[in-house]
């Protein structure tokens, strides 16, 4: 295991580290085009990306985590502020994202099991 061999040629340490360069940014661009091209809409204009995110929140596909979460806001959305004491106490950020994530988890692993 020679660093110095790297495909059969005998190489530098930089030439090495530009050939993990470039795989590393191939293969990050790969993940990006992999996501519905995310990257490339993102790419042709600054709002690109957050389009398509708004595209998505406004219609999400049924069943799916997003949509799930579209639930969580409209119901949080038709709430009044009846109760005059707060309901939720000491509840940190990660808390509240940690109960979300596992409440759609459950609820997208029920509708695989069990499709309606």
Same mark, same amino acid.
């Given at each position: 295991?020679d660093?110095?061999?790297?495909g059969?040629?005998e190489?530098?340490g930089?030439d090495?580290?530009?050939?993990l360069k ?7 661009k790969g993940?990006l ?5 995310i990257?490339?809409?993102a790419?042709?204009?600054d709002?690109?990306l957050?389009?398509?995110?708004g595209?998505?929140k406004?219609s999400p596909t049924a069943n @799916?985590?997003? =949509?799930?979460?579209?639930d969580i806001e $409209?119901?949080?959305g038709?709430? %009044?502020?009846a ?8 509840? @940190?950020?990660? =808390?509240?994202i940690?109960s979300l994530? $596992?409440?759609?988890c459950?609820? %997208?692993?029920?509708?695989?099991l069990?499709?309606?």
């Amino acid at each position: 295991a020679d660093i110095d061999k790297w495909g059969g040629t005998e190489l530098t340490g930089r030439d090495i580290s530009l050939d993990l360069k470039a795989l590393i940014d191939d293969s990050v661009k790969g993940v990006l085009r992999s996501l519905s091209d995310i990257g490339a809409v993102a790419g042709e204009d600054d709002m690109g990306l957050l389009d398509r995110i708004g595209e998505l929140k406004a219609s999400p596909t049924a069943n @799916t985590v997003l =949509d799930r979460l579209k639930d969580i806001e $409209t119901a949080i959305g038709t709430l %009044t502020p009846a109760a005059s004491t707060p309901v939720i106490y000491n509840v @940190t950020m990660t =808390d509240l994202i940690l109960s979300l994530a $596992t409440d759609c988890c459950s609820y %997208t692993e029920y509708h695989i099991l069990r499709p309606t």
